[in-house]
């Protein structure tokens, strides 16, 4: 069953331990992610931001899906709010198998496709694939381009890429199927950190050219 009150996005269940937001963009998701998490609602478990949606786990045993459904019908997102104001520059080598290819597909010189991708301002829309392998959005509209038509079998750790609207940079070395634009030696996913993702949902992202 779907549902919708006033100001309050779409819920739908997912399972019996968990409602699904249905938004209309990610600045939403991240408003609403934020407000959950500072609403501090009983029995909430996990708060995972999507593209366009919030998926928000609880534990049964301390609340159930009624009373968890008529608490996020109560939330007003404030229009400030958000999940991560966190503002990281990571610097990449613009030497990435696919730089020729990107330019071809877009009609822009390898010198325009790397203007493009740095003056972006880039946010992380949301996580997954892998751990530590965050989607960004935010990119120049010129950058959109597809997926290789045959993925690698090995993408190394810290390839920076991009496929349709986002950009990425491998966490760790992984088949993709994405454009290769260049590399970084910046570290993003450390397991005994806490929390171990450098990249989260919300934060800012800009990338500076090194090297030649």
Same mark, same amino acid.
Not at 23 to 47: C, K, Q, T
């Given at each position: 069953m779907t &549902?919708?009150?006033?100001? $309050?996005?779409?819920?739908?269940?997912?399972?019996?331990?968990?409602?699904?937001?249905?938004?209309?963009?990610?600045?939403? $998701?991240?408003?609403?992610?934020?407000?959950?998490?500072?609403?501090?609602?009983?029995? $909430?478990?996990? $708060?995972v931001p999507g593209?366009?949606?919030?998926?928000?786990?609880?534990?049964?045993?301390?609340?159930?899906?009624?009373?968890?459904?008529?608490?996020?019908?109560?939330?007003?997102?404030?229009?400030?709010? &958000?999940?991560?104001?966190?503002?990281?520059?990571?610097?990449?080598?613009?030497?990435?198998?696919?730089l020729d290819d990107v330019s071809k597909l877009t009609g822009l010189t390898v010198a325009e496709v790397i203007a493009?991708?740095?003056? &972006?301002?880039?946010?992380?829309?949301?996580?997954?694939?892998?751990?530590?392998?965050?989607?960004?959005v935010g990119g120049d509209p010129r950058l959109y381009v597809p997926r290789r038509d045959e993925s690698r079998v090995r993408v190394p750790a810290g390839a920076v890429a991009i496929a349709g609207a986002f950009s990425a940079v491998y966490p760790r070395v992984s088949p993709g199927g994405w454009q290769l634009l260049g590399h970084t030696d910046a570290v993003l996913w450390d397991s005994a950190a806490d929390?171990?993702?450098v990249l989260r949902p919300g934060a800012v992202v800009q990338f500076r050219r090194v090297g030649s």
């Open positions: &549902s919708r009150v006033a100001d $309050v996005p779409a819920l739908r269940p997912c399972g019996e331990h968990a409602w699904l937001l249905d938004l209309d963009d990610n600045a939403m $998701v991240h408003r609403w992610a934020a407000a959950i998490r500072e609403a501090e609602l009983p029995g $909430v478990r996990e $708060v593209l366009t949606t919030v998926l928000v786990t609880f534990d049964a045993g301390l609340t159930n899906a009624s009373a968890l459904r008529a608490a996020l019908c109560t939330l007003q997102p404030r229009p400030d709010q &958000s999940e991560d104001h966190d503002h990281h520059v990571i610097d990449v080598r613009y030497d990435g198998e696919d493009a991708h740095t003056e &972006s301002v880039w946010t992380v829309a949301f996580c997954g694939f892998a751990p530590g392998f965050s989607y960004l929390p171990p993702a």
